[in-house]
């Protein structure tokens, strides 16, 4: 079965400084992961995707097979970056259809 | 820009209560999911849809019900509130097969006393 495991509840970190969130996953097939944000009093939008292999805000997550992990990573975190952060896997469900099963989340407070 | 749509931002009911929570959204997606969202457990799905009348359960489907009449529309039942369901319930849609991006409304917290 699937799963996504973030181990951190919680991270701490001052302004400037670097920034992992940890992801680590279990699948059979082919994954392919995200990262969702929810920023205070937001809705929770996709942040980035392996697939794109993009840099989002700073972010950026690198999909390592052989550790089974998708870590977001960012060089000097922000005030702005405190929000809770999910990563997320999809799978196939059956044909043509896809879900997605979610870490537990970890939030990121960036202090002043 | 997509557009997803929560009848109710605060929501309290009593056990017991049969309790309709409304998910809207406007650009024409085949597949919408309903979530909830707790502390320490993250995102756990409740019941997803790919196409009208179509409903398959997700993780954790036991107390709830879906329903599906209209392709912007998908509702999610609470037969007979508990106090268990207290929670922030997520509702999200996407294109259609096969794409990844999730789109989420804001939310629905509902308290059952």
């Known amino acids: 079965a699937q799963r996504v495991t973030q181990p951190e509840k919680l991270l701490s970190v001052f302004k400037g400084a670097p920034v992992e969130l940890k992801c680590n996953y279990s699948?059979?097939?082919?994954?392919?992961l995200f990262w969702y944000v929810q920023y205070s009093r937001q809705r929770l939008q996709l942040l980035l995707r392996h697939i794109s292999r993009e840099s989002i805000k700073g972010f950026t997550a690198d999909l390592n097979k052989g550790e089974t992990s998708f870590h977001l990573k960012k060089p000097f975190a922000q005030e702005e970056d405190s929000a809770m952060y999910y990563c997320a896997l999809r799978f196939n469900s059956g044909g043509s259809n896809y879900k997605l099963t979610f870490g537990k989340g970890t939030l990121l407070t960036v202090n002043p | 820009d997509v557009k997803v749509t929560q009848s109710s931002r605060y929501l309290v009911k009593r056990t017991g209560e049969k309790v309709f929570l409304e998910c809207v959204q406007d650009m024409d997606h085949e597949n919408m999911f309903w979530y909830r969202q707790d502390p320490g457990l993250g995102l756990r799905l409740i019941y997803f849809?790919?196409?009208?009348?179509?409903?398959e359960k997700g993780d954790i489907p036991e107390g709830y019900s879906v329903s599906r009449e209209k392709k912007e529309r998908f509702s999610l039942i609470l037969e007979s509130a508990s106090t268990n369901q207290t929670s922030m319930y997520l509702c999200?849609?996407?294109?259609?097969?096969?794409?990844?991006?999730?789109?989420f409304g804001p939310g629905t917290r509902l308290t059952v006393l």
């Open positions: 999200a849609s996407s294109l259609g097969p096969g794409t990844d991006t999730q789109y």
């Open positions: 699948y059979s097939g082919s994954p392919e």
């Open positions: 849809s790919y196409d009208v009348k179509m409903k």
